[in-house]
């Protein structure tokens, strides 16, 4: 088991750019998670799915930022027009949905971002 | 919503000295508790999850308490080593269909030999 992988490890942007993140979930998780990591506002919820589908996108930015999940093997999270502040690490996560309602979730070992 | 404390921020430790790190939390109807390890350029490792009908849970040297009256969760390591240095997160979950993780402010923990 490889467990969630990230790609790229490492991104560099310029301001204005876009930036597309991908996860591998482990094989046979229904739920993807996505987070944002920062030093000053720590771990931030962005957006979930289960099954591909979207469940709850609340902490993604109205703008530039969108997600999805074509299959059950991969999901994306684009970043259109990257600023600076966009500057971070993003974690995906995959959960197995264990017992009636936990989420116990499986990173991966992120995407750093960083927006000239 | 969900807010969670966890303090302290910073922790330096002896070989072989305990280490405690503690959270609180808002909701009253949290179900889920997690504790998670990050090491440098790395994601977070799942150490211990937790639900609401437990009170204590020990696992290889670490142990989990959970205070549901004072909504106050904590990790203990006992005999710490320099291995266990890393910054420890908690995270709690209400649970239910589509909840997510929402997760403490991070503890860095240094354990000196």
């Known amino acids: 088991n490889a467990g969630v992988i990230q790609t790229p490890r490492h991104k560099v942007t310029g301001k204005g750019q876009e930036a597309t993140l991908w996860c591998e979930p482990i094989s046979g998780h229904s739920a993807v998670f996505w987070y944002r990591q920062t030093i000053v506002q720590g771990l931030e919820f962005l957006t979930y799915?289960?099954?591909?589908?979207?469940?709850?996108d609340s902490g993604m930015p109205k703008e530039r930022f969108s997600a999805q999940m074509p299959n059950q093997s991969h999901s994306t999270l684009k970043i259109q027009s990257t600023q600076p502040q966009d500057s971070a690490v993003y974690l995906c996560?995959?959960?197995?949905?264990?017992?009636?309602?936990?989420?116990?979730?499986?990173f991966g070992s992120g995407t750093r971002l960083t927006v000239l | 919503g969900e807010q969670v404390e966890q303090r302290p921020p910073h922790l330096s430790v002896p070989e072989g000295d305990s280490a405690v790190i503690i959270c609180t939390y808002t909701d009253s109807a949290t179900a889920y508790f997690y504790w998670y390890k990050q090491e440098p350029g790395a994601g977070l490792q799942l150490l211990m999850s937790v639900f609401s009908n437990v009170d204590r849970k020990e696992e290889q040297g670490l142990t989990v308490l959970l205070n549901k009256k004072d909504k106050q969760l904590s990790l203990n390591l006992t005999a710490a080593h320099p291995g266990d240095s890393a910054v420890y997160f908690c995270?709690?979950?209400?649970?239910?269909?589509?909840?997510?993780?929402?997760f403490g402010t991070g503890t860095l923990l240094s354990v000196k030999p």
């Open positions: 799915f289960r099954n591909q589908a979207p469940i709850d």
């Open positions: 996560a995959s959960s197995p949905r264990l017992g009636a309602s936990a989420e116990t979730l499986y």
């Open positions: 995270a709690v979950s209400v649970g239910g269909s589509g909840n997510k993780l929402i």
